[in-house]
């Protein structure tokens, strides 16, 4: 019976063992994850801001070119 509690006392230790390193494994996981969720959080807000500045040129780029129509057609420029 000796022999048999051993065995089995060894096959716990090994289990608790595995079980630890898996806790630690899960652990440096969830810090990785936490960090790379927080990247792409920052990479959206990024995005985000670079879409303003697209349409604040693109509304630039509308208002000067209705100012050139305008110079055009005050000067005669434009094709009938």
């Given at each position: 019976?000796?022999?048999t509690?051993?065995?089995?006392?060894?096959?716990?230790r090994h289990i608790r063992r595995v079980v630890d390193e898996t806790r630690e494994d899960v652990r440096e996981l969830k810090t990785r994850v936490g960090g790379l969720e927080r990247e792409?959080?920052?990479?959206?807000?990024?995005?985000?801001?670079?879409?303003?500045?697209?349409?604040?040129?693109?509304a630039r780029i509308d208002r000067l070119a209705d100012r050139v129509e305008?110079?055009?057609?005050?000067?005669?420029?434009t094709d009938a």
């Amino acid at each position: 019976m000796a022999d048999t509690d051993n065995v089995v006392l060894e096959h716990l230790r090994h289990i608790r063992r595995v079980v630890d390193e898996t806790r630690e494994d899960v652990r440096e996981l969830k810090t990785r994850v936490g960090g790379l969720e927080r990247e792409v959080a920052q990479v959206h807000v990024d995005i985000a801001q670079i879409q303003v500045k697209i349409a604040e040129q693109s509304a630039r780029i509308d208002r000067l070119a209705d100012r050139v129509e305008r110079v055009e057609r005050r000067l005669d420029l434009t094709d009938a």
